[in-house]
């Protein structure tokens, strides 16, 4: 019991958060080559010559430059393990991060420092607070021109409603960065990029004569501001931090490796721990119980050598071992968990025993979905992980008919991964599964994988609906009658779904019918 506690205050279990093109994949690099768990950072949009990021395995990843699918990276850093639950930075795909931010205890939030609190961040900081997630913020791109330090800390707490409390503070305007004063550690570090910015920065820790000597009025501007924030009182709170209160800040540059080693000691000296998790029920399970764990990503074919399917399991409480056989909640079944595995990319290393926090990927795992959960001893339940709204809508057809078959356990299986969600109707039949996405990019990740990993080729009609509401048997009929209106079951967990073309129409059959029942889903910011 005593080492299954000691073994998860080690832990350190998070995501990166931000917008796309904030540099996301950058960081995530960076942060695996700062703990040495890589030996050379790649960059998406990198020079010439230069590879890829190793996280970004899908061809349309490559292709775009984009984080399409999540993945996990395990490393240590000072006697912690890290846990980096990698997500898509695209907003078309929101709702798998969401999923992701169901298995983390710490996010850390990416903003461009020209580009500042961006509709995308903010929309999945919301997530973060929906689910009181603690939030580290760090300003990113410092070494490129952009906007002023103090104008940023306004932003962040206007659109957040967190008090921003900076650990480090820039020496040198955006595009000019010389390095940060560290308010807590009470240091002054000078970086100095190495060649290509493949490999850490070189640090320099200045006295501050040296700093007013070799930095000038760069370093006198960074004094005074310093000093304002600590008459303003700015200065990290952990209590506050870890309430959701207050998030504190960081300036760095990941791609020049800059300020990247400083997040990893915050991280390790303020990120929360795991702590126990509660049930359905709202009782959280002890640590120390026997094992229990969340299945928060479901993903087939990361392998096209293997095409085997990988479910993506955040250990709760106990201690995981490979071999052990556990209990499937949702089916009351056995699960045996033979093949376990860490998995980046494409990049696997075999798991023989997990901790609270760690994240288990569990090969050929066709039983499981995202937020499903796995025990053993005695049973568990996790509460489910909810559904995005949709707002894009289209109908799939196979083009060639004697690749029925194959189109219909395509479909199948890209509903269980959550890839998109698929609505049926008794008037559209099987053979026309209605499509329903958070992004329209989601659809060419559908058409994408149907042809290369089920060898079919299908159409997309996109449907005039925009806005999806969840009713129930007694209202469903009558919404069905309505002009602009259909109604289907989604195939994941049976929801009737309500689609209407616009606002506008929704509000009108509400006004006609005041009795019906028109729920909201999560993210969705009409209401």
């Known amino acids: 019991m005593a080492a299954i506690i000691q073994e998860a205050a080690r832990r350190r279990t998070f995501a990166v958060i931000s917008h796309p093109d904030a540099g996301k994949s950058t960081m995530t690099e960076a942060l695996a080559l700062h703990a040495s768990a890589i030996s050379q950072a790649g960059a998406v949009h990198g020079k010439s010559g230069r590879r890829g990021v190793t996280s970004d395995w899908m061809e349309m990843e490559k292709a775009r430059g984009i984080s399409i699918t999540s993945a996990a990276l395990r490393f240590e850093y000072r006697d912690h393990v890290f846990n980096l639950v990698d997500t898509p930075g695209h907003a078309d795909f929101s709702e798998d991060t969401y999923r992701v931010l169901a298995a983390v205890d710490c996010a850390v939030m990416l903003l461009d420092a020209a580009k500042g609190m961006e509709p995308q961040t903010l929309k999945l900081f919301e997530v973060c607070r929906h689910r009181r997630i603690p939030v580290i913020t760090f300003v990113n791109k410092w070494d490129r021109p952009g906007r002023e330090a103090l104008e940023l800390l306004d932003e962040i707490e206007e659109k957040t409603g967190l008090k921003p409390t900076p650990i480090t503070w820039p020496i040198g305007t955006g595009g000019f960065f010389h390095g940060v004063a560290d308010r807590v550690a ?301 109604v289907f079951t989604r195939s994941q967990d049976g929801a009737l779904l309500a689609l209407f073309t616009d606002e506008w129409r929704m509000r009108g059959v509400m006004r006609d019918h005041p009795g019906l029942v028109l729920h909201a889903l999560l993210a969705d910011t009409r209401g």
């Not at 700093?211 to 506050?240: N, P, V, Y």
């Not at 409480?317 to 595995?341: C, D, I, N, W």
């Not at 997990?354 to 796995?374: K, Q």
């Open 186 to 486: 009470d240091r002054i570090v000078r970086y100095t990029r190495t060649p290509g910015g493949a490999t850490k920065a070189i640090e320099t820790e200045l006295t501050p004569e040296r700093a007013l000597t070799e930095l000038g009025g760069d370093w006198e501007r960074a004094k005074d501001e310093i000093d304002l924030l600590s008459a303003i009182g700015a200065d990290h709170d952990q209590k506050a931090f870890e309430a959701h209160e207050a998030t504190p800040v960081l300036f760095g540059a990941a791609l020049s490796n800059f300020g990247v080693g400083r997040l990893l000691d915050a991280m390790v000296d303020i990120a929360p721990s795991p702590a126990p998790r509660p049930d359905a029920d709202g009782d959280p399970r002890p640590l120390e119980e026997p094992f229990s764990g969340l299945v928060f990503k479901v993903q087939a074919n990361m392998d096209p050598a293997h095409r085997d399917r990988i479910a993506f399991v955040r250990v709760c409480s106990g201690r995981f071992e490979r071999g052990m056989v556990l209990t499937h909640a949702a089916t009351a079944r056995p699960f045996a968990t033979k093949y376990a595995q860490s998995v980046f990319g494409q990049e696997r290393a075999t798991i023989d025993e997990a901790y609270p926090g760690d994240v288990v990927g569990l090969v050929n795992a066709s039983a499981l979905r995202p937020g499903d959960t796995l025990y053993d001893g005695s049973p568990v339940e996790f509460p489910k992980i909810p559904s995005f709204a949709p707002e894009h809508f289209s109908v799939a057809r196979v083009r060639d008919s004697s690749r029925s078959k194959q189109f219909r356990k395509g479909i199948e299986q890209l509903d269980a991964e959550g890839v998109v969600q698929v609505l049926r109707s008794d008037v559209r039949g099987d053979q026309a599964p209605v499509l329903a996405a958070v992004g329209p990019m989601q659809f060419d990740v559908v058409k994408h994988r149907m042809a290369a990993e089920f060898s079919t080729e299908i159409t997309m009609d996109r449907l005039d609906f925009g806005i999806a509401r969840l009713t129930d048997a007694e209202s469903a009929p009558i919404l069905a009658r309505q002009r602009g209106v259909e």
